[in-house]
C-alpha cells in the first residue's frame, strides 16, 4: 500500500489548508485512516482519525477546528484544517489503520504516507 499526501504549504494564521491522502489499494477502504504530525524536537502525535463506519475523533488541540473526512469508496482521507494556529506546525503523516476503527498510537496503523509540511505563521 502506498499513500500520498498533499496539500501542505505555507499560510498565515487563520487561515485554512486542506491536505488529502490517496491510497493505491482498495483494501484501505475496509480500515481506519488516521493524520499525525511531528513539529521540530517533538515526537509524532495523533491529530485526527476515521473508522469504517465508525466515526471521528480529535486530538484535543485541533478539535473544533480540524475536520477529517474520506471519500465513499474509502481510498481517500481529507484534513481540512481552520482558524489554523502558529503551534499547527509541523509535518503532516497519513496513515492505514491495522483495523477498522482509528486509533491514537502510531502502533495502531500499519502504513505511513511521506508527510507533507505545514507551516503557519503568526
Known amino acids: 500500500v502506498q499513500l500520498q499526501a498533499s496539500g501542505g504549504g505555507l499560510v498565515q494564521a487563520g487561515a485554512s489548508l486542506r491536505l488529502s491522502c490517496a491510497t493505491s489499494?482498495?483494501?484501505?477502504?475496509?480500515?481506519?485512516m488516521g493524520w499525525f504530525r511531528q513539529a521540530p524536537g517533538k515526537e509524532r502525535e495523533f491529530v485526527a482519525g476515521i473508522g469504517y463506519r465508525t466515526g471521528t475523533g480529535y486530538a484535543d488541540s485541533v478539535k473544533g477546528r480540524f475536520t477529517i473526512s474520506r471519500d465513499n469508496a474509502g481510498n481517500t482521507v481529507y484534513l481540512q484544517m481552520d482558524n489554523m494556529k502558529p503551534e499547527d506546525t509541523a509535518v503532516y503523516y497519513c496513515?492505514?489503520?491495522?483495523?477498522?476503527?482509528?486509533?491514537?498510537?502510531?502502533?495502531?496503523?500499519?502504513?505511513w504516507g511521506q508527510g507533507t509540511q505545514v507551516t503557519v505563521s503568526s
Open positions: 496513515a492505514v489503520s491495522r483495523y477498522s476503527t482509528y486509533g491514537r498510537r502510531s502502533a495502531d496503523y500499519q502504513y
Open positions: 489499494r482498495r483494501t484501505s477502504s475496509n480500515n481506519g
